[in-house]
């Protein structure tokens, strides 16, 4: 993720985590996992200076099968090589990200973000990397606003059509004025439904039915994994029992995924936002539909169809700070449902102290957790991710209950699985 993921937070890499994944099937989902930790350190790194060790949080199952998750203060081992291994390359790259200047930034997004899938966005943040007089404008905003994502959506909200750079560069120093308050107040709150294709097989597979926390969930457009069609690469589509879904989310895989013949049973839905938006409200499903990128008109035709599918049935969406509502909402949830608590590019936006403490709460409540972050965002344990098969495409993790299942593409449009099997609950015959 590009600094803007994570704005104001401390600089803080993983020199060496060495833990050991033990499986094994004794839960109501078939297996219960233990995580045992073997020496390590998780090292904040400022500046190029080692410092003191930070906690590592690791999550574990108890052994009623609830999930519990425990703050370690792990004694520190000696890495006298310095080199980085395995995930911690991964660590050490978001924070190269973080350190960069804004030219960089949106260098960075060009080729990373925007490449082969939009070349407006493309053109546009590298002609801006190169331009000292639109860099200083943008350089006026507080760095967490800076996110290329967000200055290019708010100059599209304030009437710049898709334009070769030339002409873009003069509409942005004549438009600033509107652009600057539209960056201000607004956040890059992507409710993009497509995210629903990789987290589909985990839910399938977990005991039915289902009550689903999201937290982040802006417009809960992500609440609705049972109301969509799905197509996974060649295979059969999947549709709700009552016939095809409100959109068709293609994704395309590779590895072992657990593909579902079915949907999930989703009986209760609610979510979490400091901002939740409105699907009534026509100017804040436009900075939603603003987000997306110019080219892609099938991401805009589904983002339209999960508006309207919402619309006639809205979640229960509570405003305020995750960290505060997170017990109280998840206790709300109705008894003989299975708790799932998840989030999709979400936690990147919290310090990392805050990420730490999620972590630890979320670990303490009923049920499972459902993660898909950006790369670098969660410390999982050392080796725990493979090397992606193409490194230079911008990808997320997708984790149950803390260990990672695989690599998906940010807006749901590939999934990598290397995790193991997940046997789907005997119980559920749909």
Known sequence: MPPA???DVPFCAAVRVVTTVVLARHSVLGRRREIAESGCADIRRHSQTLRSPASVYVRRRSPSGNLAARESFLHPCNNTTGIPLGTDRAR??????????????????????ARGVSPCLQEWALGIADDHSLLALIDQLPESKRQPNLVLAAARFAGIAPTPFDHF??????????IRPIVLEHRTQTNEPGRCAVLLPILAALPQPIALL?????AGLCLYPDRFSYQFGDGPRVDPSE?????????????TVPLPARLPEIVWRAGIDPNPLDVDDVDQMRWLDTLVWPEQEDRR????????MVRRDPPTLIEGDLLSLLDETAATAPEGATLVIFHSAVLAYLSVEDRATFVQ????????????????????PNDALPAPMDPTKSTFVVALDGVPMGYSGPHGQWLEWFGPVIPVDPGWTG
């Open 169 to 178: 560069h003069d509409q942005f120093v004549s438009e600033w004025p509107r």
């Open 5 to 7: 993921s994570t704005p």
């Open 92 to 113: 050490l790259r978001d924070i190269q990200l973080r350190q960069m200047n804004t030219a960089d930034w949106y260098r960075w997004f060009a080729t990373a973000e």
């Open 214 to 218: 999201e937290v982040g969930a802006s």
């Open 361 to 380: 709460m979320v670990g303490g409540l009923p049920g499972h957790w459902i993660s898909n972050e950006g790369v670098g965002v969660i410390p999982f």
């Open 301 to 308: 035709d589904r983002l339209r169809a999960a508006i309207e």
């Open 243 to 255: 016939g095809p879904g409100a959109a068709v989310l293609q994704c395309s895989t590779s590895g």
